[in-house]
């Protein structure tokens, strides 16, 4: 009877604690809403540029806003590529190579829109950073088919994909042993069907990645993508009693680190073709201190499938490794692990990401490590975002205007109005999305505040001011001091409105919130007319 009256209050108190978990409430931000809402006539949004390789299967799902029904057309599409004009999702294959300047159109019955879209058939894919969610910040490992299909719902029930938000990805939890048609790693019980989840997911216009490394074990302790064993098995699931219902160490009964080691074999051939007929679309391959046989060995095992999968590197890569990842990888992460505070934030987004600058174009992306906005918690104790909202205008501000891959990591059913304002303003995602693919960079920078500058490829010049201190402080300067010799209009990208057209001599100024941050456009920024007249002279 003891040890029931010890069982049962600790049963009820993990019950209340999970209910806690699952009780929150967002805090009301309405009043820090700047994003407009979309128009109900047609607007296309998301990527002006993607790209796929010649045979493989093509997945382009229209982003657009608007009132539904919509119907969609797209003049240009290459040979083998195919359009459902109500969904406008585009798939197929293609086998020629080339550019190819595609119309595409939305129409509903308030109106029409056209917008090109330049699909780029060759060695590239990831032409800009990659749009979608992961697991992990949320569920950690305790995820499982059921929250995957949940939030890849909430991408279209929340109007996500039509601002071009599209990967799907599960992170570390998903592994069960190895076994099948070519011995790769196979899901445990809490995903019993992971191709009809592909599936799924690919009906809707979207895609899915996964998650693994080339050590023996994963930092979550299911098995990885190596094996001291030719066979495929792993010494502490041989022992038994050291690990649980879904094959994932008790770290109670082992040190976790014993495990964390390369194995003589690597399973990466057989593991991406287990994916590839799954029908992955993004592979994130964790380990630290990254080395380039191991990202060399799944890159080969990658292209030996023969399907686009998106192979980001993780974590903590080192500069020094910059040409190998260039050549190999579609994305790397700069750091290790983002956490919901300030210093995290602002640590990683502002300290060591310009050394990345040289690396970073289509195709390639400097990885600034995941969304931190929402309901977060690791899988442990979930929580709101501690960033205040000003902090939250600075993490997507920054992530923007460095052109990193943007992967939320909240709960998706919980997404509230102020954190889809967001996520959901076209002109802010444009400067991540812009087809140049450059990064910004630094202007300048004190302890309390700093500029930054980015190029567009229409010439124009998106331009951050952030407040690094805790009290509100005047930013600006001159569009002159950035080299552009012209008068230009202020844009406000996340009121979406032109504020004031200025001479290249006039500083630009605003007050600026505590940790908050002021996002412009200058436009038409360097342009293709002559200057006449003494240059000292000249505004």
């Not at 919509?70 to 459902?84: N, R, V, Y």
């Not at 894919?125 to 995957?148: F, H």
């Not at 899988?379 to 975002?385: D, L, M, S």
Request: contains cysteine; hydrophobic residues 35%; neutral net charge.
């Amino acid at each position: 009877m003891k040890r029931l009256t010890v069982f049962v209050p600790m049963l009820l108190f993990f019950a209340a604690s999970v209910m806690a978990q699952e009780e929150i409430t967002p805090p009301d931000y309405s009043k820090y809403i700047l994003t407009p809402k979309a128009p109900q006539t047609p607007r296309i949004n998301g990527p002006k540029v993607y790209g796929a390789r010649p045979g493989a299967d093509f997945l382009f799902r229209i982003p657009a806003t608007g009132k539904r029904p919509m119907t969609f057309t797209a003049k240009g599409l290459p040979k083998g590529l195919h359009l459902d004009a109500s969904t406008g999702i585009i798939k197929g294959k293609t086998k020629k190579r080339g550019t190819y300047h595609v119309e595409l159109c939305a129409k509903n019955d308030l109106g029409t829109f056209e917008r090109e879209l330049r699909i780029e058939i060759g060695d590239l894919i990831a032409l800009t950073p990659p749009l979608g969610w992961n697991s992990w910040n949320c569920w950690g490992a305790q995820v499982t088919q059921e929250k995957i299909m949940r939030s890849a719902k909430a991408f279209i029930d929340k109007g996500l994909a039509d601002y071009g938000w599209s990967y799907v990805n599960i992170d570390d939890g998903w592994q069960g042993l190895r076994g099948g048609k070519y011995n790769a790693i196979q899901t445990n019980r809490k995903f019993p069907d992971i191709k009809g989840l592909a599936d799924s997911i690919h009906a809707l216009g979207l895609k899915i990645g996964i998650y693994s490394g080339p050590w023996e074990s994963t930092y979550a302790s299911h098995i990885g993508s190596s094996c001291d064993n030719e066979d495929g098995t792993y010494w502490w699931i041989k022992k038994g009693g050291l690990v649980d219902e879904n094959w994932r160490l008790d770290r109670s009964k082992t040190n976790k680190e014993v495990i964390r080691s390369y194995g003589k074999y690597s399973f990466a051939k057989q593991d991406a073709q287990q994916w590839a007929d799954w029908g992955i679309d993004y592979l994130k391959y964790d380990w630290n201190v990254n080395d380039r046989w191991w990202l060399e060995d799944m890159r080969h095992a990658i292209d030996a499938t023969g399907r686009d999968i998106v192979y980001s590197i993780s974590n903590s890569s080192r500069v020094s490794l910059g040409p190998v990842l260039l050549k190999n990888a579609e994305c790397w992460r700069t750091t290790g692990d983002i956490r919901d505070t300030w210093e995290s934030m602002s640590t990683i987004g502002f300290e060591g990401q310009d050394q990345w600058a040289p690396y970073h174009r289509p195709g390639h992306w400097p990885d600034a490590d995941m969304l931190v906005l929402g309901k977060v918690g690791w899988g442990r104790q979930y929580h709101w975002t501690r960033l205040t909202p000003d902090e939250q205008y600075t993490h997507i501000t920054l992530w923007s205007i460095l052109g990193s891959p943007m992967l939320l990591g909240c709960d998706m059913d919980m997404l509230d109005d102020f954190t889809l304002s967001l996520l959901c303003n076209n002109e802010v995602l444009d400067v991540n999305q812009d087809p140049l693919g450059f990064q910004g960079t630094c202007y300048s920078r004190n302890e309390k505040q700093a500029i930054y500058v980015k190029p567009l490829e229409d010439g124009a010049l998106a331009v951050a001011y952030f407040n690094l201190d805790s009290i509100p402080h005047e930013i600006g300067c001159s569009p002159r001091k950035l080299g552009l010799m012209e008068p230009q209009t202020i844009r406000d990208l996340w009121r979406q409105q032109d504020l004031k057209t200025i001479d290249a001599r006039t500083r630009w100024e605003v007050t600026v919130a505590p940790h908050g941050a002021a996002f412009y456009k200058m436009y038409p920024g360097i342009t293709n007319t002559k200057l006449h007249g003494n240059y000292r002279l000249l505004k």
